[in-house]
């Protein structure tokens, strides 16, 4: 334990926000922590409400810790450590247990955390680099990583967490969360499609495992188009009832955009994209229903040009049961980044440039 405190002390002497945390193994993993904030802070658009990630069952909390880095599994444990080849070729629910085993106050990123991250990174004029281009950033010819994993064609696919330049630090210093704009695309927590209609789970409530996200949940909620409460979904897994119409947020792909709205006109057989700031939202949704897609990182920012989104990409597919989201993007060049959303990916589907990051939030027992 003498050589623990150590080491947290060593840490936090270089990066004051960055703390390790044993988990139930008795081992580390290096966390950043985020202190809680409201719309207002990182929203043109915002009101003085608390954002919806420092919000879990109803009750405020001070802040949450985030994997400083994408993690690695070591004997079905996830941990976050600089210098790994992060875990890919895992599936969502897989990802969620990861996270859990390693006790009380530990689970998968949520949609609601990325999202305050990102939104946090855009307010303070910087979204964070990474390797989206084979071992390097797409705007960086010189600046690589290590390689960890390869290609058939012997290009990097991955890189070790953390080695990259401050470019792909959160907040450009060395107390940043690494690897948030690319290397692997990660699974979030709180939110899919079901035929095209949103549901998340209210605030940050994914968090807590005792909400469970499997298909069936009834933690799921719609979003009322017209008021932005949250509501019993119209759509589920096993029924396609009310797929295209109705009076929740859903998906429509118009003119080459998505665009939220209550009624879907165009079902896509595939996923679709289009850039981020392209994304809208039409005359059926209402002010705090856009409030709270904004606050989710899911719409840009009330009278923010497309340019401000650096070409980040929007995808889903809204032609299918369920579909759950990673965020950040991979190897896809300008289109990776922290308001990349991936929309498109089955709960039981994995690859080489998916993985995940845990957080860990100790209010939860």
Excluded at 74 to 96: K, M, W
Excluded at 240 to 266: C, E, M, P, Y
Aim: aromatic share 10%; with cysteine.
């Amino acid at each position: 334990m003498a050589n623990f405190d150590l080491t947290s002390l060593a840490v936090k002497m270089i990066c004051p926000n960055n703390t390790v945390q044993l988990d139930d193994t008795g081992l580390p993993s290096v966390l950043v922590y985020i202190p809680a904030f409201k719309n207002s802070d990182v929203l043109a658009s915002g009101n003085n409400s608390t954002h919806p990630a420092f919000i879990v069952n109803g009750v405020q909390i001070p802040g949450f810790y985030y994997s400083k880095y994408q993690n690695h599994v070591n004997n079905g444990v996830a941990y976050s450590l600089p210098a790994e080849d992060p875990t890919a070729n895992i599936t969502f629910d897989n990802a969620i247990s990861r996270c859990t085993a390693k006790g009380a106050g530990w689970h998968l990123s949520t949609n609601a955390e990325w999202a305050a991250i990102a939104l946090w990174c855009k307010k303070n004029g910087f979204l964070p680099y990474g390797n989206n281009n084979y071992g390097k950033d797409s705007r960086e010819s010189n600046i690589r990583a290590i390689p960890t994993t390869k290609d058939g064609n012997g290009q990097t696919l991955h890189v070790a967490t953390g080695t990259g330049p401050l470019s792909w630090s959160h907040d450009q210093t060395p107390s940043g969360i690494w690897d948030m704009n690319g290397n692997v695309t990660e699974w979030q927590g709180g939110i899919r499609t079901v035929w095209g209609e949103l549901q998340i789970l209210e605030n940050n409530d994914a968090a807590d495992p005792d909400n469970p996200q499997n298909a069936t949940s009834t933690c799921w909620k719609a979003i009322d188009a017209s008021t932005g409460a949250l509501v019993d979904p119209e759509c589920s897994t096993t029924d396609q009832t009310g797929t295209t119409s109705g009076n929740t947020v859903r998906l429509d792909f118009v003119s080459n955009a998505w665009v939220f709205t209550n009624a879907i006109q165009n079902v896509q057989t595939d996923y679709k994209g289009c850039a981020f700031g392209k994304v809208t939202a039409d005359s059926k949704i209402g002010d705090a229903a856009k409030l709270l897609l904004r606050a989710l990182a899911l719409l840009p920012d009330e009278g923010a040009a497309e340019a401000n989104y650096e070409g980040d990409m929007a995808y889903w597919h809204n032609g299918v049961a369920e579909r759950c989201v990673c965020r950040g993007g991979y190897y896809s060049g300008a289109s990776a980044g922290v308001f990349c959303v991936g929309g498109s990916g089955a709960r039981s589907g994995s690859s080489a440039g998916v993985g995940f990051r845990s957080a860990y939030i100790p209010e939860i027992g």
